[in-house]
């Protein structure tokens, strides 16, 4: 299965990003997804999950500021990113929601930079 993750960038502090991710896979509709975030040194961690029916959930840390969707028609997985900060400068990958115990190869991911 492909994970192709786009939308990130350069932005400043305060500002926004929608970032998005095409699952290539036939049932992608059945699965719940994630969004996670890494930086150099640091393990990666979640950053919002979304189950099949539409179930969000949050790191503390970005309760409020991002929005986990999808569109199961598109086989896409979105997070809007609003309120950035510099803390928020990772590399943010989609996949499956990990706590169901599979992952799927994680792919490039895509680069946020978040400057203040």
């Known amino acids: 299965v492909q994970l192709q993750a786009s939308g990130g960038g350069l932005v400043q502090a305060g500002g926004s990003l929608r970032l998005s991710c095409v699952v290539f896979?036939?049932?992608?509709?059945?699965?719940?997804m994630g969004w996670y975030r890494q930086t150099p040194g640091k393990q990666r961690e979640p950053v919002a999950t979304?189950?099949?029916?539409?179930?969000?959930e949050y790191a503390h840390s970005v309760k409020g500021r991002f929005t986990i969707s999808r569109d199961n028609t598109k086989n896409t997985v979105y997070l809007q990113m609003d309120s950035l900060k510099p803390d928020d400068t990772a590399v943010y990958y989609c996949?499956?929601?990990?706590?169901?115990?599979?992952?799927?190869?994680w792919g490039r991911g895509t680069q946020v930079t978040v400057s203040s």
């Open positions: 996949n499956l929601d990990l706590r169901f115990g599979s992952s799927y190869y």
């Open positions: 896979e036939n049932d992608f509709g059945f699965h719940a």
């Open positions: 979304i189950s099949n029916g539409g179930k969000t």
